[in-house]
């Protein structure tokens, strides 16, 4: 078993707040990644049991959203938007600026274990271009300074 009961719990609260049980797919993935820091198909069959779904629905769903990375990813995960607004002001820069600054490409994670980095599509946030989403907070015009300052404060914290 991969959830604890705590999750477990609250993925049964969650579901029992909906008229159909396909509702509570998207509640019971935050629940799990909020726990896990990632998800897998050991976690799609935990979930389908607690809600009583198919697995192969939860990972469906699961692999609809970029917000829920399929493996382990570092402590910190860089999620920069590659859309069209932030694409239109500079996000493939930034994206290079993070790549050369951390020593890694898309899709990987530093050494240290501390940052993983990804490029993502749309996250709502369009009219504050270019954006990152770290972990479960937004950064927005971001600038390579504004980048430099979110690093250190992160490594600090770390
Ligand atoms: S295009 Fe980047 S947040 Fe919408």
């Known amino acids: 078993m991969i959830l604890t009961e705590e999750s477990i719990q609250k993925i049964k609260e969650k579901a029992a707040r ?9 509640p019971a993935l935050t629940v799990a990644y909020r726990q896990v820091g ?11 049991r607690v809600i009583n779904i198919p697995p192969v629905e939860i990972a469906e769903a699961a ?4 917000m829920f990375p399929k493996k382990p990813v570092g402590k910190y ?3 920069v938007c590659h859309n069209l607004s932030c694409a239109l002001v500079g996000a493939d820069s930034m994206i290079t600026y993070l790549e050369d600054k951390l020593g890694i ?4 994670t530093t050494d ?10 749309c996250l709502g946030s369009c009219a504050t271009a270019p954006m990152i989403q770290i972990n479960h ?17 992160l490594r600090a914290k770390a």
């Open 137 to 153: 907070d937004f950064h927005e015009n971001l600038t390579r300074e504004k980048l430099d300052k979110l690093l250190e404060e």
């Open 38 to 48: 990632h998800l897998n198909d050991e976690i799609y069959r935990e979930i389908g």
């Open 77 to 79: 995960l860089l999620q």
């Open 18 to 26: 909906y008229p159909h049980r396909k509702s509570a797919i998207l």
């Open 112 to 121: 240290d274990g501390l940052f993983t980095l990804i490029s993502v599509e």
């Open 105 to 108: 490409k898309k899709g990987e």
């Open 63 to 66: 692999t609809f959203y970029t």
